[in-house]
């Protein structure tokens, strides 16, 4: 795929999540602040048909960031 948007019209099917593991993500900035961000897949679904040009399967994800701000101390 070239990166681009995929049509509505693309036939994809729901693939199950079996496990998962959404880890965290720690930004510590210059002024003491710690950013933390955390991605959260909704749902994730492979395309019918599709290959990339080594014959990985292509997928849709839809997912949301959640994220903390915590202030430095002090």
Known sequence: MDGGSVSS???????EVLSTDEAWSEYHL???TVLRIKPIMIGISRVADAQTADGAPVYN??????TDVRPARG
């Open 30 to 32: 210059a002024d003491g």
């Open 61 to 66: 994800m839809k997912s949301t960031l959640v």
């Open 9 to 15: 019209s693309v036939v994809s099917d729901e693939v």
